[in-house]
T-cell receptor, first 109, second 113 residues
C-alpha cells in the first residue's frame, strides 16, 4: 500500500525553539493535511493544503505542499509547552486519507 | 457532547472473545472510518463506509468486521480477539461534499490478554 514517511520520528526541544518536520510519499497526493494528537485524544486537524506549492499558516504553524505533490513540510515557530504531542501528516487521494508514521514532539521549559 | 463519540474508552478482553467497539456521530457526515494506531506505525485504515449500505476494506481488515447501522453509527467487531489486536482504535467521519479532512473520536484503548 501507499506509505508516508515522516521525519524525524521524535524531537526533544527547548521552549522557544523553532521546529521543522516533513513527510514524503512514493505517490502523488491532491491534498495534504497536518494533524496533531494530544495524549489520550484523537487527532485534530491543524492545516489543510490543496495546491502544489501552497504555503499556509495557522498562528505559529506554517505548512507547505511540495511542488512534486509527493511531500509536505510543517514548521512551528517559538514552541511552547502545549505544542507537545504527536504530529501526523496525511495525504488525501480520491477518497481515503493515508497517514504518516508521526513525529513525537517534546518541549522542555 | 463530542461530535464523534466512541464507546468504550478502555477495554480489556481475553483472547478468543468477541468484542464490539461503537462509534456514533452528530456531525451529519455521510462517511465513516475505523483506524488502528500502534506506536511508530501511525494510523492504519481498517474499514470505511461512504453510506449506510456501503462497506469497504482498508489496508488491515483481516480479523475485523464492521456494521453501518445508520448514517450516524458505525461499529467495529473483533470476532475472536488476539493479543496483537491490542491497540488504540479511532473512529473518524468526513463529509463527501467538503474536502476538509476527517473528524476523529477520542479513541478506544483495547487490550487483549
Amino acid at each position: 500500500g501507499q506509505q508516508l514517511n515522516q521525519s524525524p520520528q521524535s524531537m526533544f526541544i527547548q521552549e522557544g525553539e523553532d521546529v521543522s518536520m516533513n513527510c514524503t510519499s512514493s505517490s502523488i497526493f491532491n491534498t495534504w493535511l497536518w494533524y496533531k494528537q494530544d495524549p489520550g485524544e484523537g487527532p485534530v486537524l491543524l492545516i489543510a493544503l490543496y495546491k502544489a506549492g501552497e504555503l499556509t499558516s495557522n498562528g505559529r504553524l506554517t505548512a507547505q505542499f511540495g511542488i512534486t505533490r509527493k511531500d509536505s513540510f510543517l514548521n512551528i515557530s517559538a514552541s511552547i509547552p502545549s505544542d507537545v504531542g504527536i504530529y501526523f501528516c496525511a495525504g488525501l487521494n480520491t477518497d481515503k486519507l493515508i497517514f504518516g508514521t508521526g513525529t513525537r514532539l517534546q518541549v522542555f521549559p | 457532547d463530542a461530535d464523534v463519540t466512541q464507546t468504550p474508552r478502555n477495554r480489556i478482553t481475553k483472547t478468543g472473545k468477541r468484542i464490539m467497539l461503537e462509534c456514533s456521530q452528530t456531525k451529519g457526515h455521510d462517511r465513516m472510518y475505523w483506524y488502528r494506531q500502534d506506536p511508530g506505525l501511525g494510523l492504519r485504515l481498517i474499514y470505511y463506509s461512504f453510506d449506510v449500505k456501503d462497506i469497504n476494506k482498508g489496508e488491515i481488515s483481516d480479523g475485523y468486521s464492521v456494521s453501518r447501522q445508520a448514517q450516524a453509527k458505525f461499529s467495529l467487531s473483533l470476532e475472536s480477539a488476539i493479543p496483537n489486536q491490542t491497540a488504540l482504535y479511532f473512529c473518524a467521519t468526513s463529509d463527501s461534499n467538503r474536502n476538509y479532512g476527517y473528524t476523529f473520536g477520542s479513541g478506544t484503548r483495547l487490550t487483549v490478554v
